[in-house]
C-alpha cells in the first residue's frame, strides 16, 4: 500500500515552478487565473451540438439538475456540465486508464502506465464499444459531444487550475477530445478497485513462502461467521448461498513454496499490483459499502425506504458528481426522469432513482480475479505438457522529459503476463516477500515443474468486453422489478449488490455481476497455468445468483457480508466482509421495526452509528489485566464506554490506540507489509485469539503471552495519548487523532505545500471508524488518519421523493477555491444531508441559478 501513497511525491525541480504559480494565485495575485476556470452558470450559452435547447438549474451547492427535450441532448448536456466542474479529474482518469500518466508525470510513472497497458483497460473498453446496445452508443457519443463543446470553449487554464501546473510540468502536453471509449474506460478503473480478493490472494502467498504455515494463514483469514452475521439472503435461489469449501480441489498439508525464480516472480508482481494507484480514492482492507431497503409496513408514508452510502477512498473532488437528468416529456424515446449519482466523465446516474424506482449498490466482492503462476518456453506456455504459443503486441509509453519506452505485453490462454511489466519498467527485486502457488497439491506441482522460466498472468473478468455501460442506461429508466433486473443483468463488472424500492411498495435485491466456475482450486491462492484443470469453466448464470423480493421480515440490508448462507451450490468467494456492519445495521433495523413509523431521518441516524461491534469482544480483557497511571486510567474510561466512536470520545481515542498496538505486538512476526487491518478481519481474529491463550500468535514477541501482550498494549497507547494528546485522559478526543483530509489524487501529495493547500480539502475531525457503520477506515501502520469514507449518503422514501435527501463528500466543484470546493464537506463530518429535489416544481424552487444551453443559431 505504500506505493500507491508515495507515488506521486517523488517530484522533479521543474514542479517548483507549478508551484510558484498556484502559490501566486493562491495568495489572490492571480485571482484571475483562478477564477477563469469557474463555470458559467447563468444566462446563455451556444452550443453546436445540441439540436435543442438544454436548461441547468444548479442550486445553493451548485448541484445540476438538466432539463432537454432529447435523450441525446440530455447527455450533451450533462457531458458540457461534467466537464464544466470535473474537468481535470476526468481528464486525468483517461491519462490513468490510458497508461498515459509518464506524459505528464515522467518516468516515475512508467511502472504504473506499464501494467495498465498490460491489462489493457482502453484496448478492452474499445472493444466494448461494438457490443452495446445502438441506444447506448448514441448516449456515449452525444455525451462526448458535450464535453468536447466545452473544450472548443476553452484551453489551457480556462479549463481548471491544475491545467495550469500541467503547463509548467510539461509545455507540450496536448488535450485531445474526449471519446465514447474515455467513458467507458472509467468502468474499468471502477472494477479494479472493487475487484475482490486478489490481495488477499497475494498476500496468503507471500505469508506461505515467508515460512509462517498454512494452518496458521488460515487463521488469518477465518471462515465467514455465518451463524452470528446474517448473510444477505437465505434459502433457495431466490436468497441462495455461498458454498464455503474454502479448499476445494486442494491437498491436505502445508502448500510447499515454488522454485526460487518462481516466487521471486511472484514477489515482483505482487508488489507492483499493490503500488497502483487507486482508482477510486485511496484504498483500506475496510473498504466497503452500506444500502438498506424497509418495506411500507415499517415506514411512517406507507411506502419503502432505501438508504444507501458506499465506502470508497477519501479524494478531492469526491468520486461523485450529484446530477439531476430530465427528459422535458417523458417518453419512449426520452425514457429519462432521474436524479442521482454519478462519475464525472461517464454519462447517466449510478445510483439514485427516477419517478418509479430507487437503486443502491454495495460490493459483492466476488472472486473475479485469479493469478496464475505459468511454465514460460520460449514464446510458448506449457499446459498439460504441451507447448502453447504467446500472444503478443507492442505498447509505447510516452515518458515527459525522458525516452519513450517499448515493450512487447505477451498474454497466455489465462491473460496477460504481469511479469511483463515488470521487466518492462525495469524494476525487479522490490523486496517484497516472495508470494507462493496454490495452497495444495499445485504446490508441489510447481516445485516439480521443469525448467526455469516463470511467468505471472492475470484472469480477471473486466479483461473481457462486456455490457455494463447498457445497464447504466436500462436502470435509469426502469420502471419496476422486473425491467430493474433485466438492467442487473447486463451489468457484468463490478459484481454489485443491487437493492431496490418502488412506488407501488416492493422492495427486492439482486446480485448481478460475470462471476466464474472454476474447475479445480477456489481462487485463495495463485494457480498452476501449466495444468488445466485449473482453468475457468465459465460463468454463473444470472438466473441462479442470489436474489429476493419482498422477504417476510421486511427488511434487506447489504453491507458487502456473504450474499447468502452455507448451501447455496456456486463458489462466490472465500473473503467476504465478515458482517460486524450488516449485522448492526440488522440490530438496529430489527428494533426500529418493531416499533414503526420509520422516515428518512432515522435511516440517516442508522448511517452515522458509530458503534464498534468488535470492541465488545476486546474491552472485557483490557479490563482485567494489569495497569498503572495513565494505562489505568484508560481502563476507567473504557468501563463506562457504550462502544460508540463519537469524536468527541475520550474511550474511543484510548481503545482505538490500544487496539493498534495490541495488533502490533501479537502479529509482528507478519511485518509493515502484511499488518493486520483494524477493521472487521482482526475482529474476528483476535475475538478467536483472546479465548486460545496458548496460541503461537502470543509468544516470542516483545511482550510473551497474552495477558503480557494486553498490558503492553495498554501500556504503549496510554504514552502515545499523553505524548499527543495531553496528560489528562479525560480530556482525550478520537476525533483529534481520526481527522479526514480530502486529497487530490494528481498534485496532493506532493509535498510541496503550496500545491497541497492549494488543492486538497480542509482537515475536518470524524466520527466512526473502520467496520463501523460509519465506516471512516483507517490504517493503523500510517497513523489513525481517515483513509475510506462513507463517499456519499442518500435517503429515500418513496412515498415523496422530493423529501429525499443527500450529502457529497466535498462538493459539486472540482475546482479549487470554489465555492461548491467543499461546501458539503463539514455537513458530511456533522451527518446532514441537503435536499434532494426530484420534480420540476422542487427543482425550480430551489434553483439558484439557471444556464440555458441553445443549439448554434
Given at each position: 500500500m505504500a506505493g500507491s501513497r508515495t507515488r506521486f511525491r517523488r517530484w522533479s525541480l521543474i514542479v517548483l515552478s507549478a508551484a510558484a504559480c498556484l502559490a501566486l494565485a493562491a495568495a489572490g495575485t492571480g485571482f484571475w487565473s483562478v477564477q477563469r476556470a469557474f463555470p458559467d452558470v447563468e444566462g446563455a450559452v451556444d452550443l453546436p451540438a445540441l439540436e435543442g435547447t438544454a436548461t441547468v438549474h444548479r442550486d445553493a451547492y451548485g448541484i445540476p439538475q438538466i432539463y432537454a427535450d432529447t435523450s441525446e441532448d440530455l447527455f450533451r448536456a450533462q457531458g458540457f456540465v461534467d466537464a464544466q466542474d470535473r474537468f481535470w479529474q476526468m481528464h486525468f482518469n483517461r491519462l490513468t486508464t490510458a497508461g498515459r500518466l509518464s506524459e505528464v508525470f515522467g518516468a516515475e510513472q512508467v511502472e504504473t502506465d506499464a501494467y495498465l497497458r498490460t491489462m489493457g483497460w482502453r484496448r478492452v473498453a474499445a472493444q466494448e464499444y461494438a457490443l452495446l446496445r445502438p441506444e447506448t452508443r448514441a448516449y456515449l457519443d452525444a455525451y462526448a459531444e458535450g464535453v468536447n463543446a466545452y473544450l472548443d470553449r476553452r484551453e489551457g487554464g480556462e479549463r481548471g487550475l491544475e491545467f495550469t501546473a500541467l503547463k509548467a510540468l510539461n509545455p507540450d502536453h496536448e488535450v485531445a477530445e474526449w471519446?465514447?471509449?474515455?467513458?467507458?474506460?472509467?468502468?474499468?478503473?471502477?472494477?479494479?478497485?472493487?475487484?475482490?480478493?486478489?490481495?488477499?490472494?497475494?498476500?496468503?502467498?507471500?505469508?506461505?513462502?515467508?515460512?509462517?504455515?498454512?494452518?496458521?494463514?488460515?487463521?488469518?483469514?477465518?471462515?465467514?461467521?455465518?451463524?452470528?452475521?446474517?448473510?444477505?439472503?437465505?434459502?433457495?435461489?431466490?436468497?441462495?448461498?455461498?458454498?464455503?469449501?474454502?479448499?476445494?480441489?486442494?491437498?491436505?498439508?502445508?502448500?510447499?513454496?515454488?522454485?526460487?525464480?518462481?516466487?521471486?516472480?511472484?514477489?515482483?508482481?505482487?508488489?507492483?499490483?499493490?503500488?497502483?494507484?487507486p482508482m477510486l480514492g485511496p484504498e483500506s482492507p475496510g473498504l466497503g459499502s452500506n444500502s438498506w431497503v424497509v418495506s411500507g409496513e415499517y415506514t411512517a408514508s406507507g411506502r419503502p425506504l432505501l438508504a444507501n452510502d458506499p465506502h470508497l477512498g477519501a479524494q478531492m473532488p469526491s468520486v461523485w458528481h450529484q446530477t439531476g437528468l430530465h427528459c422535458t416529456e417523458v417518453t419512449e424515446q426520452c425514457p429519462f426522469d432521474v436524479t442521482g449519482f454519478g462519475f464525472a466523465g461517464l454519462p447517466g446516474v449510478v445510483i439514485g432513482h427516477n419517478a418509479d424506482i430507487a437503486w443502491g449498490f454495495t460490493n459483492l466482492g466476488p472472486d473475479v480475479a485469479d493469478l496464475y503462476l505459468e511454465r514460460i518456453e520460449g514464446q510458448a506456455a506449457v499446459v498439460d505438457g504441451e507447448r502453447e504459443p504467446l500472444t503478443t503486441?507492442?505498447?509505447?509509453?510516452?515518458?515527459?522529459?525522458?525516452?519513450?519506452?517499448?515493450?512487447?505485453?505477451?498474454?497466455?490462454?489465462?491473460?496477460?503476463?504481469?511479469?511483463?511489466?515488470?521487466?518492462?519498467?525495469?524494476?525487479?527485486?522490490?523486496?517484497?516477500?516472495?508470494?507462493?502457488?496454490?495452497?495444495?497439491?499445485?504446490?508441489?506441482?510447481?516445485?516439480?515443474?521443469?525448467?526455469?522460466?516463470?511467468?505471472?498472468?492475470?484472469?480477471?473478468?473486466?479483461?473481457?468486453?462486456?455490457?455494463?455501460?447498457?445497464?447504466?442506461?436500462?436502470?435509469?429508466?426502469?420502471?419496476?422489478?422486473?425491467?430493474?433486473?433485466?438492467?442487473?443483468?447486463?451489468?457484468?463488472?463490478?459484481?454489485?449488490?443491487?437493492?431496490?424500492?418502488?412506488?407501488?411498495?416492493?422492495?427486492?435485491?439482486?446480485?448481478?455481476?460475470?462471476?466464474?466456475?472454476?474447475?479445480?482450486?477456489?481462487?485463495?491462492?495463485?494457480?498452476?497455468?501449466?495444468?488445466?484443470?485449473?482453468?475457468?469453466?465459465?460463468?454463473?448464470?444470472?438466473?441462479?445468483?442470489?436474489?429476493?423480493?419482498?422477504?417476510?421480515?421486511?427488511?434487506?440490508?447489504?453491507?458487502?457480508?456473504?450474499?447468502?448462507?452455507?448451501?447455496?451450490?456456486?463458489?462466490?468467494?472465500?473473503?467476504?466482509?465478515?458482517?460486524?456492519?450488516?449485522?448492526?445495521?440488522?440490530?438496529?433495523?430489527?428494533?426500529?421495526?418493531?416499533?414503526?413509523?420509520?422516515?428518512?431521518?432515522?435511516?440517516?441516524?442508522?448511517?452515522?452509528?458509530?458503534?464498534?461491534?468488535?470492541?465488545?469482544?476486546?474491552?472485557?480483557?483490557?479490563?482485567?489485566?494489569?495497569?498503572?497511571?495513565?494505562?489505568?486510567?484508560g481502563q476507567d474510561l473504557l468501563a463506562d464506554w457504550d462502544f460508540q466512536q463519537d469524536a468527541d470520545s475520550p474511550a474511543a481515542a484510548f481503545y482505538n490506540a490500544a487496539y493498534s498496538h495490541l495488533l502490533d505486538l501479537t502479529f509482528d512476526e507478519l511485518g509493515r507489509d502484511h499488518a493486520l487491518d483494524v477493521g472487521s478481519r482482526s475482529w474476528l481474529v483476535v475475538d478467536r485469539l483472546l479465548e486460545e491463550p496458548g496460541s503461537p500468535w502470543w509468544k516470542g514477541g516483545e511482550a510473551?503471552?497474552?495477558?503480557?501482550?494486553?498490558?503492553?498494549?495498554?501500556?504503549?497507547?496510554?504514552?502515545?495519548?499523553?505524548?499527543?494528546?495531553?496528560?489528562?485522559?479525560?480530556?482525550?478526543?478520537?476525533?483529534?487523532?481520526?481527522?479526514?483530509?480530502?486529497?487530490?489524487?494528481?498534485?496532493?501529495?506532493?509535498?510541496?505545500?503550496?500545491?497541497?493547500?492549494?488543492?486538497?480539502?480542509?482537515?475536518?475531525?470524524?466520527?466512526?471508524?473502520?467496520?463501523?457503520?460509519?465506516?471512516?477506515?483507517?490504517?493503523?501502520?500510517?497513523?489513525?488518519?481517515?483513509?475510506?469514507?462513507?463517499?456519499?449518503?442518500?435517503?429515500?422514501?418513496?412515498?415523496?421523493?422530493?423529501?429525499?435527501?443527500?450529502?457529497?463528500?466535498?462538493?459539486?466543484?472540482?475546482?479549487?477555491?470554489?465555492?461548491?470546493?467543499?461546501?458539503?464537506?463539514?455537513?458530511?463530518?456533522?451527518?446532514?444531508?441537503?435536499?434532494?429535489?426530484?420534480?420540476?416544481?422542487?427543482?425550480?424552487?430551489?434553483?439558484?441559478?439557471?444556464?440555458?444551453?441553445r443549439p448554434a443559431g
Open positions: 471519446t465514447a471509449v474515455d467513458s467507458l474506460a472509467w468502468l474499468k478503473a471502477m472494477a479494479w478497485d472493487l475487484r475482490g480478493n486478489m490481495q488477499h490472494e497475494t498476500e496468503r502467498a507471500a505469508l506461505l513462502a515467508s515460512g509462517i504455515g498454512r494452518d496458521r494463514i488460515e487463521e488469518l483469514y477465518p471462515p465467514y461467521p455465518e451463524q452470528e452475521h446474517r448473510p444477505i439472503v437465505e434459502g433457495g435461489v431466490s436468497g441462495g448461498a455461498f458454498h464455503a469449501d474454502r479448499d476445494a480441489g486442494a491437498a491436505d498439508g502445508d502448500a510447499a513454496p515454488p522454485p526460487r525464480r518462481a516466487a521471486g516472480v511472484l514477489a515482483d508482481v505482487g508488489a507492483g499490483l499493490e503500488a497502483l494507484p503486441r507492442e505498447e509505447t509509453v510516452k515518458v515527459a522529459g525522458g525516452e519513450d519506452v517499448t515493450f512487447t505485453v505477451r498474454s497466455t490462454r489465462h491473460g496477460p503476463l504481469l511479469s511483463d511489466a515488470e521487466a518492462a519498467a525495469n524494476l525487479r527485486g522490490i523486496g517484497a516477500s516472495p508470494p507462493v502457488d496454490s495452497g495444495g497439491d499445485s504446490a508441489r506441482k510447481a516445485a516439480e515443474a521443469p525448467g526455469d522460466g516463470y511467468g505471472v498472468a492475470l484472469s480477471w473478468t473486466a479483461l473481457e468486453p462486456g455490457t455494463t455501460a447498457d445497464s447504466i442506461f436500462l436502470l435509469n429508466a426502469a420502471d419496476d422489478f422486473a425491467s430493474f433486473r433485466e438492467a442487473a443483468r447486463s451489468f457484468e463488472v463490478p459484481a454489485q449488490n443491487l437493492v431496490y424500492a418502488d412506488t407501488d411498495g416492493d422492495i427486492g435485491y439482486q446480485a448481478p455481476g460475470s462471476i466464474p466456475v472454476r474447475g479445480k482450486g477456489d481462487g485463495r491462492w495463485p494457480a498452476p497455468g501449466w495444468d488445466s484443470d485449473y482453468d475457468w469453466r465459465g460463468f454463473i448464470d444470472f438466473d441462479e445468483l442470489p436474489v429476493v423480493r419482498n422477504p417476510d421480515r421486511g427488511y434487506i440490508v447489504t453491507a458487502n457480508q456473504a450474499a447468502a448462507g452455507s448451501g447455496y451450490e456456486h463458489m462466490l468467494t472465500g473473503d467476504w466482509a465478515y458482517g460486524y456492519r450488516s449485522q448492526r445495521i440488522d440490530t438496529l433495523l430489527a428494533e426500529a421495526t418493531r416499533k414503526g413509523g420509520l422516515t428518512t431521518a432515522d435511516m440517516a441516524a442508522i448511517q452515522m452509528d458509530n458503534e464498534n461491534s468488535g470492541a465488545r469482544a476486546v474491552v472485557p480483557h483490557l479490563l482485567r489485566v494489569g495497569a498503572e497511571g495513565a494505562a489505568a486510567r510473551e503471552g497474552r495477558d503480557a501482550v494486553l498490558s503492553e498494549a495498554l501500556r504503549r497507547a496510554a504514552g502515545e495519548l499523553t505524548r499527543r494528546l495531553g496528560d489528562d485522559p479525560a480530556e482525550w478526543r478520537w476525533g483529534e487523532l481520526h481527522t479526514l483530509t480530502a486529497t487530490h489524487p494528481s498534485l496532493g501529495s506532493s509535498g510541496i505545500a503550496p500545491l497541497e493547500w492549494a488543492f486538497n480539502g480542509t482537515p475536518v475531525e470524524a466520527s466512526g471508524g473502520d467496520s463501523t457503520v460509519n465506516a471512516t477506515g483507517w490504517e493503523h501502520t500510517e497513523g489513525y488518519a481517515v483513509t475510506t469514507v462513507p463517499s456519499m449518503r442518500m435517503t429515500v422514501d418513496m412515498a415523496d421523493l422530493d423529501a429525499a435527501r443527500w450529502v457529497d463528500l466535498t462538493g459539486a466543484s472540482g475546482h479549487a477555491f470554489h465555492a461548491h470546493h467543499e461546501d458539503q464537506t463539514a455537513l458530511w463530518a456533522r451527518g446532514e444531508t441537503v435536499p434532494m429535489p426530484f420534480t420540476r416544481d422542487a427543482v425550480r424552487e430551489r434553483s439558484e441559478n439557471v444556464l440555458t444551453l
